[in-house]
């Protein structure tokens, strides 16, 4: 039973670090764009660090 | 004292003037512009990358999501209307978008978000403590164990549900406070007294401890109204940019003449406007140079161009035929028009506000039973000589059972699923009880002009017509940018002609088209033009085309039927619905169209008034009338019926009133309307049903006493999950319009 002192505290410690991760995502407005956020992760940048080579 | 505070005010006086300085070098503005065709990500780089290379523009970011890019500009270099040209260099057509509620809205949803976050986080914690309670109850955990959990699931549910239950509760207070019940009293009642009583069996060490089903109960809840909550938002969100994708661009001029670009919705009474031949009005205003012929049919559903003068009051979506006019706008309310119709439509609306939701009225049916039915068992168990605080918790498991989670899920989950269903096929459905109403139409009226016709003219009699004339005619008529010509010109395409476009060709603005040809002069026009070469004045219907060795042949012109306009009309009445015609066309132009699409029951020359009216009168016959329209005329009647739709092509008022929109030129986005509206009703019968059923299982058990807080926690998700899968059986089928099952 002693295991339980530790245990719950890191299993909740762990669900509230997923709830913190959570509401920091919806106050920085990551879930206002769904579909233009996946887009936006394979798009290429502007202009190439190294021009491609021929 | 005086000379200190004297030296202070001094040292302030610069910082004001510092900042109007960096003002009128910099002036930070923002705008949001809704962009149509944007589909992916390619898309929205190329829309970023143009603004990024635009001077003055600070940040442009798109959102794919709601289909607008927000833009941060500096106004001392650009303006909207400027980007707006930018996107349009681009490929996309933009427009500015209309500013509505959606600000606030948008962080409701938010909130609702966060709080179901909180509820979940919490809910999976509590659960996590009470399967190891029930687990431990059939093992060997200790009394002091199962207190341990029970402590620690009311630290977690109990601020969970202080915070994420608040708009439940906050929704009951103001119920009690207008003296009536909606479904959120039961609801924050069964909250409130599972918890408190929890806490006073915490205290107590005994078994009877419901946190789990109190929070997993709220959870659920908020699954719920979060996702009605996002529907709705982006409903809201397309209809705005279907009517900001509408406006226009003016062109104003200046008083020293000078020609500047800018919105329509910037327009100030006073301007004067230039308006090409072809483009819609912008404004409502007074022609003050140039005569010409205007195209009213979005406003009175008259198909036949009326020709004004200087002088005339024209109307803003009306539009210019023949040839360039000047329009100075004027006030809205000087209109005499716009002001009936604006007057019309506030007094037909007052009716609507009294519709009660299904359910809000299965609640006013539900909420005294719930609460009679735990009284009972108090006071039953107290006459069996239990004692309170055994009567109270028997009480307590009762609220818990009864507590409407399935009944409060069951509506908003048929309506998230059949708006996303209709979202997805080009209705969008605005109104929040919109699709209940809509279940409930029995007679189905339709506007004439631009609903079940096109609202635009179509060449009636192609077939009397050689494609030698055909060709010619439209060799003359490819050069103008009239609606007849255009006419002519796509009847030319349809039937396969090669249109060879003549040289020369002169158009005379109110008359016609002349070219010279190697044979002589080919003139297409009005007919009076064609015989004396006077300029015509008066309403026509028809063009006549006169070749180089002196044949004539008529071009007659009609509005045409929508696609499936028939179709759904016989479909309409095979479902037991009576069908209408109101217009304010003339007469043989209606009959000509309810002929066309099988409506017996036509009505023309009607007044907007007298649409009210016929609506009212079918009303008062006890008639739940659907109101089809598109026209500023409609608008009033729009607002009078029992349930509205209304085109996308539809006057911006017009829309506004309609409960819901749909898109494209085929009708049968009505028929698809009506079918989901009548699932999602029975479905929502069908979900009632399931949640009472449960109950009659449920309840007697916990009145007797046999409910522990694992049936409780089970029982609540179960009948959860029952209604959201059911209602999730209306996406995706094929659904058949249910008849009505007439009773009278």
Same mark, same amino acid.
């Given at each position: ?7 719950? =505290? ?27 956020? !996946?887009?936006?992760?394979? +798009? ?11 | ?83 707006? @040209? ?24 938010? @909130? ?53 239950? +608040? ?69 809201? !969100? ?71 003068? =200087? ?22 309310? @000087? ?14 609306? +007052? ?95 339709? @506007? ?146 309810? +002929? ?50 209304? =085109? ?17 030129? =085929? ?64 996406? !995706? ?12």
């Amino acid at each position: 039973m002693s295991a339980l002192a530790w245990l719950i =505290p890191c299993a909740l410690a762990l669900g509230g670090l997923g709830l913190a991760a959570f509401i920091w995502s919806l106050n920085s407005g990551q879930f206002n764009d769904l579909e233009g956020s !996946g887009w936006r992760a394979i +798009q290429d940048d502007e202009e190439p660090s190294q021009p491609p080579k021929p | 004292m005086g000379r200190a505070l004297n030296a202070h005010a001094a040292a302030d006086v610069p910082l004001p003037s510092r900042a109007e300085r960096a003002n009128r070098t910099e002036r930070p503005q923002s705008v949001s512009l809704v962009v149509e065709d944007m589909h992916c990500g390619a898309c929205m780089t190329t829309i970023e990358r143009a603004l990024r290379r635009t001077p003055g523009v600070r940040e442009g970011r798109v959102n794919l999501s709601t289909r607008r890019v927000s833009i941060a500009f500096d106004a001392a270099v650009t303006d909207s209307q400027a980007l707006v @040209d930018v996107i349009g260099a681009a490929g996309f057509k933009a427009a500015e978008a209309i500013e509505g509620s959606s600000e606030q809205e948008n962080r409701r949803a938010d @909130d609702l978000l966060r709080r179901l976050g909180v509820a979940g986080f919490a809910a999976a914690n509590v659960m996590l403590l009470s399967v190891s309670v029930w687990a431990g109850a059939a093992s060997d955990m200790d009394a002091a164990a199962a207190s341990l959990f029970h402590w620690l699931s009311a630290l977690i549910a109990m601020p969970a549900i202080a915070y994420s239950a +608040q708009p439940f509760f906050r929704s009951a207070k103001a119920a009690i406070g207008a003296r009536r019940l909606n479904m959120d009293v039961p609801i924050s009642l069964g909250i409130v007294l599972a918890t408190g009583m929890s806490l006073f069996q915490t205290f107590r060490g005994s078994h009877q401890v419901y946190f789990d089903a109190a929070i997993m109960l709220t959870f659920f809840l908020l699954i719920g109204r979060y996702l009605d909550e996002h529907v709705r938002l982006k409903a809201r !969100g397309a209809a705005e940019n279907l009517i900001g994708l509408k406006s226009l661009t003016a062109t104003v001029i200046g008083s020293d003449g000078t020609a500047r670009r800018m919105a329509a919705r910037a327009l100030t009474p006073g301007m004067r406007v230039q308006v090409a031949a072809g483009e819609r009005i912008p404004v409502d205003g007074r022609i003050v140079e140039g005569e010409s012929e205007i195209d009213e049919s979005l406003i009175t559903g008259e198909t036949l161009p009326r020709w004004a003068k =200087p002088g005339a009051d024209v109307h803003a979506g009306t539009v210019n035929m023949t040839r360039a006019v000047t329009v100075q706008a004027t006030a809205t309310d @000087d209109s005499t028009l716009l002001a009936e119709i604006a007057r019309l439509m506030q007094a037909a609306e +007052q009716g609507r506000g009294q519709y009660v939701r299904l359910a809000d009225r299965a609640s006013r049916l539900y909420a005294p039973a719930v609460h009679v039915l735990g009284a009972l068992t108090f006071a039953g168990w107290m006459l069996a000589g239990a004692g309170w605080e055994l009567s109270l918790t028997y009480a307590v498991a009762v609220l818990i059972i009864t507590c409407p989670c399935a009944l409060a899920l069951a509506v908003p989950a048929v309506q998230v699923a059949a708006t996303s269903r209709l979202f997805a096929k080009g209705v969008i459905v605005k109104a929040a009880d919109g699709l209940e109403r809509l279940a409930e139409v029995d007679t189905v009226v339709f @506007d004439k002009t631009g609903t079940l016709t096109r609202g635009e003219p179509v060449l009636r009699n192609g077939s009397e017509l050689s494609d030698a004339v055909l060709a010619k005619a439209a060799s003359l008529a490819v050069a103008s940018r009239h609606p007849y010509s255009r006419a002519v010109v796509r009847a030319a395409r349809e039937r396969g002609l090669t249109i060879a476009a003549a040289s020369g060709v002169v158009e005379i603005p109110g008359s016609g088209l002349a070219a010279a040809s190697p044979a002589g002069e080919i003139r297409l026009g009005s007919a009076e033009w064609i015989k004396s070469g006077d300029p015509s004045g008066g309403r026509t219907g028809s063009l006549r085309f006169a070749d180089a060795n002196g044949e004539i042949a008529n071009f007659e012109f009609e509005d045409a039927v929508r696609p499936g306009a028939r179709d759904v009309v016989s479909a309409l009445k095979l479902a037991g619905y009576r069908v209408a015609l109101l217009s304010g066309d003339r007469e043989t132009t209606v009959n000509a169209v309810a +002929q066309a699409v099988g409506i017996a029951d036509a009505w023309a020359g009607i007044k907007p008034n007298g649409k009210i009216c016929f609506i009212e009168d079918l009303k008062a016959r006890g008639r739940k009338v659907l109101m089809v329209g598109d026209g500023l005329n409609d608008a009033p009647a729009l607002a009078a019926a029992h349930a509205s739709l209304s =085109p996308s092509t539809a006057a911006d008022i017009s829309q506004t009133a309609a409960d819901a929109v749909f898109q494209g030129q =085929p009708l049968a986005p009505i028929l698809e309307t009506m079918t989901v509206a009548r699932a999602a009703q029975r479905m929502s019968f069908e979900n009632f049903a399931i949640a009472i059923g449960y109950n009659v299982v449920f309840v007697p058990l916990a009145m007797a006493g046999y409910v522990t807080p694992l049936i409780a926690a089970l029982a609540m998700s179960l009948s959860s999950i029952a209604v959201t899968a059911n209602a999730l059986r209306l996406r !995706g089928r094929n659904l058949p319009l249910e008849s009505l099952r007439r009773t009278a």
